[in-house]
């Protein structure tokens, strides 16, 4: 024989360590019952539930806090917005007084205001029955 031959053949270094090793591996997965195994199922599970039981509830509290914002932010906006048209209704009123009176310019400014909010509060409606009518086909399907 070559010794070229003879190092293919001889064992790799550390290779009955790593033998070892493995026979040391099944000894212990041989000596582990299932009762242990289950146990530690448990455990982990238990684990696993108190990680999201804490991480839901801190999505909980962002949640809360950016909705009570967005809510206190929206109501200081419309507060505003609502200023604004009152603002804009004298406005209108006045400056159209010397065309149409101040009886005339007053309700030609009130009846736009109102066709507006029947246009506005129609088309609202319309899409809320759309959305309770799909909600209704969902419950019902």
């Known amino acids: 024989m070559d010794s070229g031959e ?3 053949l001889s064992p790799l270094p550390g290779g009955a360590e790593s033998h070892d ?6 000894e212990r997965a041989a000596a582990r019952s299932l009762l242990d195994d289950i146990e530690t ?4 599970g238990k684990t696993y539930l108190e990680a999201e039981a804490r991480f839901q509830k801190s999505r909980a509290i962002f949640v809360i806090d950016g909705v009570r914002s967005t809510v206190i932010f929206g109501a200081i906006a419309g507060a505003f ?4 048209l009152i ?3 004298v406005g209108l009123i ?4 010397p065309h149409l009176t ?3 310019s007053s309700a030609l400014v009130v ?15 319309k899409r809320w029955n759309r959305i309770m009518d799909a909600l209704d086909k969902d419950r019902t399907e």
């Open 21 to 26: 090793a493995i026979a040391d591996a099944e």
């Open 102 to 104: 101040v009886w005339g």
């Open 81 to 84: 917005g609502f200023i604004a």
């Open 41 to 44: 199922l448990v455990e982990d």
């Open 111 to 125: 009846g736009a205001e109102f066709f507006l909010a029947v246009a506005f509060g129609r088309m609202a409606e």
């Open 87 to 89: 603002g804009l209704t």
């Open 6 to 8: 003879d190092d293919r």
């Open 94 to 97: 006045i400056a159209l007084m």
